[in-house]
């Protein structure tokens, strides 16, 4: 069992920049995919950025094409948390921003996360 718990979100100009933590408890967290998705309102959840572990200290993300070049994911398994660091807001960025983990690896696929967080809204306006 794993439980997510997610900060960080706020109010920020477009421009600016805010950076997300996800914190897991639970052990064996690096045995765990991570993703970051997102939902604005009245839209449907889209992920943001999938991270998998991939031994030692390295991992690979892989980012959605709107916030490529402007997101940084990383992953501390030692402090069981993974960092969104997002630079660059604009107002498509606007949304509940959610932390989920799988056991089955990294997924475009929402259903296929087993754990969620219970969100972070993330607000982009002047």
């Known amino acids: 069992q794993v439980q997510l718990v997610e900060s960080g979100g706020g109010l920020v100009q477009p421009g600016g920049s805010l950076r997300l933590s996800c914190t897991a408890s639970g052990r064996a967290f690096s045995r765990y995919a991570v993703a970051w998705f997102r939902q604005a309102p009245g839209k449907e959840r889209e992920l943001v950025v999938a991270i998998t572990w991939t031994g030692g200290n390295s991992y690979y993300a892989d980012y959605a094409a709107s916030v490529k070049g402007r997101f940084l994911a990383s992953r501390d398994n030692a402090k069981n948390t993974v960092y969104l660091q997002m630079d660059s807001l604009n107002h498509e960025d606007t949304a509940l921003y959610y932390c989920?983990?799988?056991?089955?690896?990294?997924?475009?696929?929402?259903?296929?996360?087993?754990?969620w967080g219970q969100g972070t809204q993330v607000t982009v306006s002047s």
């Open positions: 989920a983990a799988s056991l089955s690896g990294a997924h475009q696929d929402m259903y296929q996360y087993d754990y």
